[in-house]
């Protein structure tokens, strides 16, 4: 089975850190883009990061550019995501997914999601 | 404020058709770049319904259906059923946003 499970998130205060993990099963982790998308309580998608099958090649949405990491480890066919300098606009449940291509500049559509880890920047 | 515009809400009477629009300008949709559409139910995470503007993944009903022209795209759902009761979502990319794919901003479909 095609599995993306998230996990990491939490509570923050406004300033500080989390690392989000998605560790995916069920299918060639390193043959495809994957990305980060979050979605704030009673809003939207909004996409937040993506990284090529390879890792050489890593985009992000200019509201956490300079402050968010995406990377990914194939031999443990893992997706990460290192968020710094959290800021309460940032509270949203962080949804992992897989790209139906190994690129992500376009995307070609993800066909694999994960159920999501919630975070939660607040004093 | 999303560069891909949907309408908010729609709504249809069950059996009835419905479409959702999507429309983008001439750096996203209009410079060729695919739409893919997500349907997300209540609670649950997104799931791909349309990619590459008109292909369906396997085990989406022939029900949902996509299209392109020009700057915009549009998904239609004929045979409306009750669990259609979603929010559906345009997606592509951006060629002025950095490495961009973009969302829409999203549309409520009830099943009066």
Redesign the interface.
Known sequence: EVRLLESGGGLVQPGGSLRLSCAASGFTFSNYAMSWVRQAPGKGLEWVSSISFTGSNTFYADSVKGRFTISRDSAKNTLFLQMNSLRAEDTARYYCAKDRGMATDPPDGFDVWGQGTMVTVSS | Q?VLTQPPSVSGAPGQRVTISCTGSNSNIGAG??V?W?Q?LPGA????LI??NTNR?SGVPDRFSGSKSGTSASLAITGLQADDEA?Y?C???DRT??????????TKLTVL
């Open positions: 999303s770049y695919d893919h997500y997300q995470a997104p799931k791909l990619y590459s993944p929010d979502y997606q592509s990319y946003l950095s490495g961009s794919t973009v969302f829409g901003g999203g």
